[in-house]
């Protein structure tokens, strides 16, 4: 009984190796854009406002809940101590200041409560 690899070598075929492309398919690594992912414990908003924070990164993507005029999502990453947290929210403020100042990541900052809004400070 003659196994796989001596039957290839019997029969002269020429296999290709693993870093080959023989059908020049696209890698999904060579087209796809690096997404980082914010990863942390979440906190709700209300549990972090008046303590510092380190922000170190945020995404703003669409949002599940429809109602919202401007239908946006605000992810926020951020140190707390020496931990990593995460907070979701729909504040057109805090969108605004984060969008404003995204250059300047990572930044301290408190997140204050002025009335029916939150602010960072």
């Known amino acids: 009984m003659v196994n796989t690899r001596e039957w290839i070598q019997l029969m002269d075929i020429t296999m290709p190796e693993a870093t080959e492309n023989p059908t020049n398919v696209r890698k999904f690594s060579d087209f796809a854009a690096d997404e980082h992912i914010l990863d942390g414990d979440k906190l709700k908003i209300a549990d972090i406002v008046n303590r510092e924070i380190e922000i170190i990164g945020y ?9 919202r005029k401007h239908g946006k999502c605000l992810t926020v990453q951020f140190n707390l101590g020496k931990k990593t947290h995460v907070f979701f929210t729909g504040s057109e403020v805090l969108i605004r200041q984060i969008e404003k100042y995204k250059e300047h990541i990572p930044f301290l900052s408190t997140i204050q409560k002025h009335y029916r809004y939150y602010v960072l400070s």
Do not use: A, P, Q, V
């Not at 995404?59 to 109602?67: M, P, Y």
């Open 59 to 67: 995404r703003i993507t669409d949002s599940k809940f429809t109602e």
